[in-house]
């Protein structure tokens, strides 16, 4: 038998449940798949909406590229259909939601906790570098929690070798690096500097260029205005580790197989991810 990724889905081979979430171009539904009984997350995107964004070639390639691969911390694509109106992603399902709520709910994360997540992230970015995908929108709202309370990438931001692509202002500036927020062109650093400001949130619950207004992101991100707060308390091997992520210069960013190596990362990551 063929591998299923050249099986045709349609809608009727599944049974739809509660939505789990709206995002920008539809809802997303917990489902059944009938003949497996597996559970799954069925992201419905509206074709009039796709066109209108003129973001179909995007979604096609990110679907490729989401598709190919295989990672404990990257959520997975099992399929995709369409029919006359809509597209269907046939996804993973990310159990306990999105760590943006929980972060919310929790204020800030533990040193282990926080220093477990960045562990995953690390491992998921090196397996994705490897295969020359790069910059993903690792900010917190893209992350989700898999059954087991593990961190899964979920955002279909993926891009390959992307030079020069124009990221729409739209959400935050607080996750762009000085490289971003003044040229267009940038590489693989990205992601570490994503990471650092990541590290920093957990641990602050706040990200650490955060202003009013955007030009005052802007001025503090370009300025690496890097500030630790009093309270709550973190550790020095906390800081040493964001300070050597979120370097203006990305080629003086701490390699991603260093941050695994980091004494705050050996001394309070869960092995097991
Ligand atoms: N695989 C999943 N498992 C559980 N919940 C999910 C899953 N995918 C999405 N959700 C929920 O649905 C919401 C919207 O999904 P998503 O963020 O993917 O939509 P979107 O914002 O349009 O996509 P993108 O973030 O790529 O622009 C998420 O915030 C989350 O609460
Ligand atoms: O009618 C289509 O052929 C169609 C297909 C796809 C599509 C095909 C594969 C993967 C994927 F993610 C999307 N996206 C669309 C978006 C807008 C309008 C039409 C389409
Ligand atoms: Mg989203």
Redesign the pocket.
């Known amino acids: 038998a063929h591998a299923n990724e050249e099986k045709r889905w349609v809608l009727s081979d599944f049974e739809v449940g509660k939505p789990?979430?709206?995002?920008?171009?539809?809802?997303?539904y917990?489902a059944r798949e009938k003949r497996s009984n597996q559970i799954v997350?069925l992201?419905v995107?509206f074709k009039s909406q796709l066109k209108q964004s003129q973001v179909e070639h995007q979604l096609r390639r990110e679907v490729e590229i989401q598709s190919h691969l295989r990672h404990p911390n990257i959520?997975r694509l099992y399929g995709y259909f369409y029919d006359q109106t809509r597209v269907y992603l046939i996804?993973?399902?990310?159990?306990k939601?999105?760590l943006y709520k929980e972060l919310t709910r929790c204020k800030h994360f533990s040193e282990r906790r926080s220093a477990t997540y960045i562990a995953s992230l690390a491992r998921a970015l090196i397996y994705l570098h490897g295969k020359h995908v790069i910059h993903r929108?690792i900010k917190p709202?893209?992350l989700?929690i898999g059954v087991q309370g593990e961190l899964?990438i979920?955002?279909?931001?993926w891009s390959v070798h992307t030079f020069n692509r124009r990221r729409t202002m739209c959400g935050t500036l607080d996750y762009l690096p000085p490289e971003m927020v003044e040229k267009t062109e940038h590489d693989y650093h990205v992601d570490i500097w994503s990471l650092g400001i990541l590290c920093y949130e957990f641990l602050y619950g706040v990200p650490p260029f955060e202003a009013k207004e955007h030009s005052e992101t802007y001025r503090r991100i370009v300025k690496v205005d890097l500030k630790f707060p009093l309270k709550p308390f973190v550790s020095p091997a906390a800081k040493d580790l964001i300070s050597q992520m979120l370097v203006k210069n990305s080629a003086h960013r701490l390699p991603l197989h260093k941050v695994l190596e980091h004494p705050w990362i050996v001394q309070n990551a869960d092995p097991s991810g």
Not at 154 to 157: E, K, M
């Open positions: 789990l979430g709206r995002g920008k171009f539809g809802h997303v917990l997350a992201k995107l959520l996804l993973e399902y990310a159990a939601g999105e929108d709202e893209n989700l899964k979920a955002d279909f931001g």
